[in-house]
C-alpha cells in the first residue's frame, strides 16, 4: 500500500450549489505525478474512524500548476460533506496518491475524435482528459454529451464555454437536462435516444473516434449497451462508473459463501495462506490476518487491491471498477471479492 502524503489546500473554487473544486499544492519533495482522467485516494477521520475515498482529478497534468479535485456533495455522504463544507485553504488532508486505469495518453500524430459521455460529478475525470486532448493533440476533435438534472447543476459551465472560445471548431458540447426550465421540455437519454446519439457522432467523424464514458453506473449501462449494439470495438471504448459496490457476484451469480474458504495469496515473492470467513471479503480477511496488501477505497472503484486468480473462483459485488476483458484476464478485487470455491489461489503482480 502506497506511503500517505498530505496535501495543502491552497484554494477552494465553488463550481455549483453543491459541489466545488479544491485545489492543492504539490508536495515539495514528493510529488505527485498523474495521468488525465486519474484520481487521488484520500484517508479522512469522520469522527466515526478513518474511512478511505477516492475522488478524480480534474487538472490535467503539463497544463495546471495544481493538482485538483472536483467534490460533488452526496446525501448522507460524511466524507462529500466534510470536503465540500468544511475543507478551507490552509487545511491538510492525507492521500495514498494518484491511482487509475481510466487514463487519456495523447496522440499528437494521429488525429481522432474523442466522445466523452458524463453524467453529473462524473464530468471531473473528462473535464481533465478533455483539456488534454485540446492542448496535446492540435489534430484531434472532441465531443462532450453532459447529462444532469438542471442547467443550475452543470459543473464546469463557465470554463467549458471558455475552452470552447480558446479552441475554436475543435470543442462541440451537448448539454441533456433530464428536468429542465418550466418552459422546456425534458430531454431524458433513453436507449433509442444514446444509440441515436452516438451513431450520429460516428458517421459526422472522418477520424476514428475513441469514447469517455464517466457518470452513475445506469447512465454508464445505457452508454455501453447502445455502443454494442452499433458495434463499436470494446478496445476504443474506456469507462469508469461512479458507484458503491452493491452485494451482488459480477459473474450473474448471486451464491454467496456460507463455509469458510481457504485463500494462498502470492505477494512480493512470498505466499500468505488464511480463512476467509462467510461475512469477511477477502480483503478483510487478509488484513485480519496480518496480511497487507495494497487498497484504498474498500468499494471496488479504485482498483488498487486488483490480483490474478490462479485457482479457484471470486464473486464480486456488483459495480466494480474492471472492465470486461480484464475480468475475461482472470482479474479480481479483494476488497469487493469473496471465495467461491473452498481454495482460492491469487497473485499481486
Same mark, same amino acid.
Given at each position: 500500500?502506497?506511503?500517505?502524503?498530505?496535501? /495543502?489546500?491552497?484554494?477552494?473554487?465553488?463550481?455549483?450549489?453543491? $459541489?466545488?473544486?479544491?485545489?492543492?499544492?504539490?508536495? !515539495?519533495?514528493?510529488?505527485?505525478?498523474?495521468?488525465?482522467?486519474?484520481?487521488?485516494?484520500?484517508?479522512?477521520?469522520?469522527?466515526?474512524?478513518?474511512?478511505?475515498?477516492?475522488?478524480?482529478?480534474?487538472?490535467?497534468?503539463?497544463?495546471?500548476?495544481?493538482?485538483?479535485?472536483?467534490?460533488?456533495?452526496?446525501?448522507? @455522504?460524511? +466524507? %462529500?460533506?466534510?470536503?465540500?463544507?468544511?475543507?478551507?485553504?490552509?487545511?491538510?488532508?492525507?492521500?495514498?496518491?494518484?491511482?487509475?486505469? &481510466?487514463?487519456?495518453?495523447?496522440?499528437?500524430?494521429?488525429?481522432?475524435?474523442?466522445?466523452?459521455?458524463?453524467?453529473? %460529478?462524473?464530468?471531473?475525470?473528462?473535464?481533465?482528459?478533455?483539456? %488534454?486532448?485540446?492542448?496535446?493533440?492540435? @489534430?484531434?476533435?472532441?465531443?462532450?454529451?453532459?447529462?444532469?438534472?438542471?442547467?443550475?447543476?452543470?459543473?464546469?459551465?463557465? /470554463?467549458?464555454?471558455?475552452?470552447?472560445?480558446?479552441?475554436? @471548431?475543435? !470543442?462541440?458540447?451537448?448539454?441533456?437536462?433530464?428536468?429542465?426550465?418550466?418552459?422546456?421540455? $425534458?430531454?431524458?437519454?433513453?436507449?433509442?435516444?444514446?444509440?441515436?446519439?452516438?451513431?450520429?457522432?460516428?458517421?459526422?467523424?472522418?477520424?476514428? +473516434?475513441?469514447?469517455?464514458?464517466?457518470?452513475? %453506473?445506469? =447512465?454508464?449501462?445505457? $452508454? =455501453?449497451?447502445?455502443?454494442?449494439?452499433?458495434?463499436?470495438?470494446?478496445?476504443?471504448?474506456?469507462?469508469?462508473?461512479?458507484?458503491?459496490?452493491?452485494?451482488?457476484?459480477?459473474?450473474?451469480?448471486?451464491?454467496?459463501?456460507?463455509?469458510?474458504?481457504?485463500?494462498?495469496?502470492?505477494?512480493?515473492?512470498?505466499?500468505?495462506? &488464511?480463512?476467509?470467513?462467510?461475512?469477511?471479503?477477502?480483503?478483510?480477511?487478509?488484513?485480519?490476518?496480518?496480511?497487507?496488501?495494497?487498497?484504498?477505497?474498500?468499494?471496488?472503484?479504485?482498483?488498487?487491491?486488483?490480483?490474478?486468480?490462479?485457482? @479457484?473462483?471470486?464473486?464480486?459485488?456488483?459495480?466494480?471498477?474492471?472492465?470486461?476483458?480484464?475480468?475475461?484476464?482472470?482479474?479480481? !478485487?479483494?476488497?469487493?471479492?469473496?471465495?467461491?470455491?473452498?481454495?482460492?489461489? !491469487?497473485?499481486?503482480?
Amino acid at each position: 500500500m502506497k506511503k500517505l502524503q498530505n496535501l /495543502k489546500v491552497v484554494a477552494i473554487e465553488p463550481e455549483t450549489d453543491d $459541489a466545488v473544486t479544491i485545489h492543492f499544492k504539490q508536495p !515539495l519533495l514528493r510529488k505527485i505525478s498523474y495521468s488525465a482522467g486519474q484520481y487521488l485516494s484520500f484517508e479522512v477521520d469522520t469522527g466515526d474512524g478513518r474511512v478511505c475515498r477516492a475522488y478524480s482529478l480534474s487538472s490535467t497534468p503539463g497544463i495546471d500548476k495544481h493538482l485538483s479535485i472536483t467534490v460533488k456533495r452526496v446525501q448522507g @455522504g460524511k +466524507v %462529500s460533506t466534510q470536503f465540500v463544507h468544511a475543507l478551507s485553504a490552509g487545511d491538510s488532508v492525507k492521500t495514498f496518491g494518484a491511482q487509475g486505469s &481510466f487514463v487519456h495518453t495523447p496522440s499528437p500524430r494521429q488525429p481522432r475524435h474523442l466522445v466523452l459521455f458524463a453524467g453529473g %460529478s462524473g464530468i471531473s475525470p473528462l473535464f481533465s482528459i478533455l483539456k %488534454s486532448a485540446l492542448h496535446f493533440e492540435p @489534430g484531434s476533435y472532441v465531443s462532450l454529451v453532459y447529462c444532469n438534472r438542471t442547467p443550475e447543476s452543470v459543473i464546469f459551465r463557465d /470554463k467549458l464555454t471558455k475552452l470552447q472560445t480558446q479552441f475554436p @471548431g475543435r !470543442l462541440a458540447i451537448r448539454h441533456i437536462f433530464s428536468q429542465p426550465q418550466p418552459d422546456q421540455p $425534458a430531454n431524458r437519454l433513453t436507449h433509442q435516444g444514446a444509440t441515436e446519439l452516438f451513431s450520429s457522432l460516428q458517421r459526422q467523424s472522418e477520424q476514428p +473516434v475513441e469514447y469517455y464514458l464517466c457518470g452513475p %453506473s445506469g =447512465l454508464m449501462e445505457q $452508454a =455501453l449497451e447502445a455502443l454494442t449494439e452499433l458495434q463499436v470495438p470494446e478496445p476504443s471504448v474506456h469507462c469508469e462508473r461512479f458507484v458503491t459496490a452493491r452485494q451482488k457476484t459480477g459473474s450473474g451469480n448471486t451464491d454467496v459463501p456460507n463455509t469458510p474458504k481457504k485463500v494462498s495469496l502470492q505477494m512480493n515473492g512470498q505466499e500468505f495462506s &488464511f480463512q476467509v470467513l462467510p461475512e469477511q471479503t477477502i480483503l478483510e480477511a487478509a488484513l485480519a490476518n496480518g496480511v497487507e496488501p495494497p487498497f484504498s477505497c474498500r468499494s471496488g472503484f479504485c482498483t488498487a487491491c486488483v490480483c490474478k486468480k490462479l485457482a @479457484g473462483e471470486v464473486a464480486m459485488e456488483e459495480g466494480h471498477g474492471l472492465s470486461k476483458s480484464e475480468l475475461q484476464m482472470g482479474q479480481a !478485487l479483494m476488497c469487493v471479492g469473496r471465495p467461491l470455491t473452498d481454495e482460492v489461489r !491469487l497473485q499481486i503482480e
